[in-house]
């Protein structure tokens, strides 16, 4: 009987190393072909997110114009409404001036920016101070000025591209406002058209939000369906050229850095170079292409690969790209998508 019990104990065994090394493979392989699926899950979700964005934004953009009867300028000058450019001297963006929009009152409120005191004086009156102090340190009157600017406000920031503008450390040229958390961080810029007019982006390239001037509806010749009113911009860049919403710095020398709120159709979407062309394109990290926001107030992912032709004088050969950003151009697009 005895020996009976032991021959059935004998007979189980435990699992073999080559066993053991199967099984664990085999959940390996398992695993790899789950974590693409969920990446691009996660991915398809943040996507959504910024298209969700975008469109508070556009929808802002139209509150403003009812109110308004008309869009806000791309960035200010240093005196709104003036006739004198005066890059040099920097200004509100079209951010700011939605906030009152999509439900940042507030935060609108708390920057100053509808009072006396201009957006170049509150930036050099909190230039004497550490990125890391206090807010409480900071001049009284301007508290609410570096409580906003160093906030995360989520619309203004792509769930996907947030991470391409953490290194954005100060405000002005040289980084004369800075704060630890960044200041006025964001993903979104306007189309001021389809030239850059030499790097400066003043004057008219064409766009619905163009230096100095307010636009509106009956502006948007070829129609509000046919023409991009804003987009992405998501790839790292050096300081002075991050994406913010809050409005233009000063570069000694070189005026206003009107590239920090505005985009130009004269280069391609998602550049490989990371020079001119990064500085003024639309971007983003969503494989192939980056969302827009039409004047419609639809949301459009265009790829990367649509048709690109610019030319500075010769419209005849610009691409479907450069027709939708440019607002009264002429030209029929008909099905591009």
Request: include cysteine; glycine fraction near 12%.
């Amino acid at each position: 009987m005895f020996k009976y019990f032991l021959n059935i104990r004998s007979s189980k065994r435990a699992f073999t190393l080559v066993e053991l090394l199967v099984v664990i493979a085999i959940i390996g392989v398992l695993v790899g072909l789950l974590l693409p699926a969920v990446q691009a899950a996660r991915e398809a979700a943040r996507r959504m997110q910024c298209t969700n964005n975008l469109k508070q934004l556009a929808l802002a953009a139209h509150n403003r114009h009812d109110a308004m009867k008309k869009f806000p300028a791309a960035f200010e000058d240093y005196l709104p409404g003036s006739t004198t450019a005066q890059l040099s001297n920097p200004d509100w963006g079209w951010g700011v001036r939605l906030m009152p929009y999509f439900e940042q009152g507030s935060a609108y409120n708390l920057l100053g920016a509808t009072g006396p005191t201009q957006l170049d004086a509150m930036v050099l009156a909190c230039s004497v101070l550490p990125g890391d102090s206090p807010i409480s340190a900071y001049p009284t009157q301007f508290q609410g000025f570096v409580q906003v600017t160093s906030s995360v406000i989520p619309v203004f920031q792509c769930p996907s591209g947030a991470g391409a503008v953490q290194n954005l450390f100060g405000f002005s040229d040289p980084a004369i406002y800075r704060r630890v958390e960044g200041v006025g961080r964001g993903n979104y810029i306007a189309n001021i058209g389809v030239t850059t007019n030499g790097g400066a982006l003043a004057g008219d390239s064409g766009g619905p939000f163009i230096y100095q001037m307010e636009l509106g509806f009956r502006d948007l010749v070829d129609g509000s369906s046919n023409t991009i009113l804003m987009g992405e911009r998501a790839r790292p860049r050096i300081t002075n050229d991050e994406v913010t919403w809050l409005g233009t710095p000063k570069s000694v020398g070189n005026g206003a850095h009107g590239k920090r709120v505005t985009g130009s159709a004269q280069y391609v979407i998602n550049p490989i170079i990371q020079g001119a062309d990064s500085v003024f394109s639309f971007s983003s990290v969503h494989p192939g292409g980056a969302n827009f926001a039409f004047a419609d107030g639809s949301i459009h992912f265009i790829r990367d690969t649509v048709q690109f032709g610019w030319h500075r004088t010769d419209r005849t050969r610009w691409g479907v790209y450069q027709k939708l950003a440019h607002r009264n151009d002429g030209f029929v697009v008909g099905d591009w998508e």
